[in-house]
């Protein structure tokens, strides 16, 4: 029996706790959140234990820690599991601020500790088609978008507390156009208005450089009333692909063809393949916190060149 701990009981929480408990001798063994509760009410239904705090929860016998905090409370409990010396899965922004975030990507460097970020789009079928499709060719052009609402966690329209849509929405995106198409270079934004609440940009626009000498842009905005779209198309020569949660279109010589894809496969694969790791039975995580980290700093300094027009250095 594999037993985690979760530190957070709020949406993305209970996402991962139904997987969890889903797959098999697999168990969530205590809960602690800042609003006690949230946590009894996750944990009930689990016959998990409820705890005051991550001190209390790592005294639990737990077999590793699951941290889904909002973006501004990340920090505290990833030091303390790093210092309990347990494997570590976090959902991301991992962070708001890029130096708290490297200090604990060092630790956990130090410490060799077993690590994944929810980054679970990597975990879609298509993605991988996708990928396939696009090896040995050139990209020219990649364009992302996340269009959309804003949540409803009163948290969220704070740019002090979720670092605004870039970060917490098109994270996503930002992630799967490193993994298609490389690393990105540079990064010009500008940002537009508010939602209807908050302080954050709604509306943001930003042209990336990739270090293949591909261009790229990236939009995002939360002022709908529903989510528009999601996704990312990249085009090379001959070849025009279009990915998101819901499926792959391909236009080639051939003509158009598209692969559905159903999101929930990737949310239990994500977790399937850190407890099979934490288990020893298999390596499949394709997002440790190291390589969230690279993800993170490009969003970060996308919302920073929104916020002052000027040009970000982000080379690896």
């Known amino acids: 029996m594999t037993r985690v701990g979760l530190v957070g009981a709020g949406g993305v929480a209970?996402?991962?706790?139904?997987?969890?408990?889903?797959?098999p001798d697999v168990q969530v063994a205590a809960v602690t959140d800042v609003v006690p509760d949230a946590a009894a009410a996750l944990a009930a239904p689990l016959g998990a234990r409820v705890v005051p705090d991550v001190a209390a929860l790592l005294g639990e016998p737990v077999d590793a820690v699951y941290v889904c905090v909002p973006p501004f409370a990340h920090g505290p409990a990833e030091h303390a599991v790093i210092e309990a010396g347990l494997p570590l899965?976090?959902?991301?922004?991992?962070?708001?601020?890029?130096?708290?975030?490297?200090?604990?990507?060092d630790a956990?460097?130090?410490?060799?500790?077993?690590?994944?970020?929810?980054?679970?789009?990597?975990?879609?079928?298509v993605v991988e088609q996708a990928r396939t499709l696009l090896?040995?060719?050139?990209?020219?052009?990649?364009?992302?978008?996340w269009l959309d609402k804003v949540p409803p966690v009163g948290w969220w329209p704070l740019r002090e507390?979720?670092?605004?849509?870039?970060?917490?929405?098109?994270?996503?995106?930002?992630?799967?156009?490193?993994h298609l198409a490389g690393e990105v270079t540079s990064v010009t934004a500008a940002g537009n208005g508010t939602p209807?609440?908050?302080?954050?940009?709604?509306?943001?626009?930003?042209?990336?450089?990739?270090?293949?000498?591909a261009v790229g842009t990236l939009a995002a905005t939360c002022v709908l009333g529903w989510k528009e779209r999601a996704g990312l198309e990249i085009y090379a020569d001959g070849l025009a692909v279009r990915v998101s949660e819901t499926g792959l279109t391909v236009r080639d010589a051939d003509g158009e063809r598209?692969?559905?894809?159903?999101?929930?496969?990737?949310?239990?694969?994500v977790d399937r393949a850190f407890i099979a790791a934490v288990r020893g039975e298999e390596q499949d995580i394709r997002v440790p916190?190291?390589?969230?980290?690279?993800?993170?700093?490009?969003?970060?300094?996308?919302?920073?060149s929104a916020s002052d027009g000027e040009t970000r250095d982000v080379r690896p």
């Not at 956990?108 to 679970?120: Q, Y």
């Not at 090896?135 to 978008?145: H, M």
């Not at 908050?198 to 990739?210: E, K």
């Not at 190291?290 to 919302?303: G, M, N, P, S, Y």
């Open 89 to 105: 899965f976090v959902e991301k922004p991992i962070s708001l601020d890029i130096g708290a975030a490297q200090e604990i990507s």
């Open 161 to 178: 507390k979720s670092g605004g849509p870039i970060v917490e929405q098109a994270a996503h995106v930002l992630d799967l156009a490193r």
């Open 14 to 23: 209970q996402r991962h706790a139904r997987v969890l408990s889903s797959l």
């Open 108 to 125: 956990i460097d130090e410490r060799g500790l077993l690590t994944a970020v929810g980054h679970h789009w990597r975990y879609l079928a």
């Open 135 to 145: 090896a040995g060719r050139e990209v020219r052009l990649v364009t992302g978008a």
């Open 289 to 304: 916190y190291a390589e969230a980290l690279r993800t993170h700093t490009l969003a970060l300094a996308v919302a920073a």
């Open 258 to 269: 598209t692969v559905d894809s159903d999101p929930e496969t990737a949310r239990v694969a």
């Open 196 to 213: 209807p609440a908050g302080d954050i940009d709604g509306a943001t626009a930003a042209v990336l450089r990739f270090a293949n000498g």
